[in-house]
C-alpha cells in the first residue's frame, strides 16, 4: 500500500513537472508562468475551490483576470492568473505539497542564493534556509494548507537550535503573529538564554515581546534559585504560608534583576564617556561583574582601543569570556570588525587566538573567511569600506600570535631561548611609556623566529605603519563598521 501511494504521489507531481499537459489554469509568478490543474489544487485547498468557483476573487493573493468570467477563472484558454505577496520559489512549494503531499522546504545543499554568502553553503541553517521557510509557513497559512503549515513548523523549530540569533528572532516575531505556541516556546526559551540586553532586543522585537523575554528571563531565575516555587504554587490551600515566604523572593528576586539592568546601564555610559574609573568604583564598590555584563564585548565594538586597554587592566574582566549562545570572546568580535588595534591590544593582554564558539570558529577561521570573500569578491557582507592593509594585519596579528602559542606548549618556555627572547621584548614594550602597535609587531616577529628560519617575518615590519594605512587610530571602534552579527549596535541605543 506505501509503495502504491509513492507511486501515486509521484504520478502527481509529475503532472505539475510536465508544465502544460493536461493543465487548464495558468499562474503568472513574478512574470514566470505555472501550469496547473483546477481539479488538483479545488480537492486539496479550499482556497482554490472557493477562488475556481468564483465565490471569493479578492484575496490580496490572486485575481482572476478581468476578462474572465465569474467560475470561469481557470478556464482553458483563459488568461494568466496573477499571483501577488508570494515568491516563484513559495509558490512552487506549496504546490508541490498540493500535487504530492510532500517537499522539502530546504534550499538545495551548495545553490547559489542571493541572500546567503558562504560559498558552499548546505543551507541547513543559514539565512537563506529560515527565509525560505517563513515564507512557505506564511504562504500555508495564507492558501490554506494547514497540513504544509506544520511540516514548515516543525522544520523551523530544527533551524533555530544552530540558526544565528537574529534569525531566531525573525522566526520568534513571525511565531507570535500566527499563533504557533511550540515554535514560540522553543524560541523565546533561545533568546532568552542569548544574554542579549533588553535595549539590544528592542531594536529587533516589538517591545511586547521584549517584555515577555524579559518575564521569562525573571521566571527562570526564580526556579533556579528557589526550585521548590512551582510545588508549592500548585499547593496554595495546603501550604499559605509558603506563598507569603516566595512572593517575597519573587519581589526581591525582581528588585535585584532590576537593579543589575541599572547597573550594566549606567556601566556602559560610563565606557561610552571613557570613564573607566566610575566602572572601577562600580566594581570595587557596587559588585559588578563585568564579566557577566559583557563590558569587553561592549568596550571593543563600541569603544576606543585607550578604553579597551584600561578596562582590561582594570583586572577584573577575562579577556576571553565567551558571550551569547555561540560563545564568541571580545577577539572574535575584534576580528570580525577588522580592527587592528583591537586586535592587538587583546593579544597584548593574553587573548586566546585558538579559543573556539560552540561552533568550533577560531578567531583565525573569522580573518581567514574574512579574506577569502574579499578576495573573491572585493568586498565582506556586512563591513563596510574594508582596508585591505587592516585585514592583512589583523590576520598576521592572529595568526603569530597563534604561532607562537603554539611553540610555547611544543617546546616550553624555558628550554627555547627564542621564545624567552620574545617575553622579554613583550615585557619591555609593556613597560614603555607609550606602547603602540609596532612594539607588539616586533614581539611577534621575534616569537616567529622560533621556528629557527632566518627568513620568516609578519610581511611588515617597524617602518610600514604608515604605508600600510595602519598608523594608531584613537576613533571609536577602531574605525571599522560592524556587521550585523554584533552583539550591540553603536551608541545611539543610549540616546
Known sequence: MEESLKALSMDYLNLLINGQAFSDVTFSVE??????????????????????CGSDHDHGLLHSPRSAQPGSAGSPGASAIPVNSVGYEVFMLVLQFLYSGQVSVVPQKHEPRPDCSERGCWHAHCTSAVDLALDTLAASRAFGVEQLALLTQKQLASMVEKASIEDVMKVLTASMKQDMQQLWTTCSHLVAKSGLPPEVLSKHLPIDIVAKIEELRLKSSLLRRHPSFNVSHHHSHSHSHHHSHHSLSIDAAAAELEDRHQKIHRMRRAL?????????????????????????????????????????ELGAADVNCPAGPNGRTPLHVAAEMVCPDMVAVLLDHHADPNIRTADGVTPLDVLRSLTSEFLFKGAIPGLAHVEPNKLRLCLELVQSAAQVLSREEAAGAANNPNVVQAMYALQEARAAPDVGLDSRMVYLNLGMNASHDPHAHLGCNEGRGEDDGMSTSRSQGGGSAIGSSSLYSQHDHFQ
Open 31 to 52: 512574470g514566470r508562468l505555472v501550469h496547473a490543474h483546477r481539479c488538483i489544487l479545488a480537492a486539496r485547498s479550499l482556497f482554490f475551490r472557493k477562488f475556481f
Open 272 to 312: 561610552d564617556s571613557s570613564d573607566v574609573e566610575l566602572v572601577k568604583l562600580m566594581v570595587m564598590g557596587e559588585g559588578l561583574n563585568l564579566d557577566d555584563a559583557l563590558a569587553l564585548h561592549y568596550a571593543v565594538e563600541s569603544c576606543s582601543r585607550e578604553v579597551v586597554k584600561a578596562l582590561l
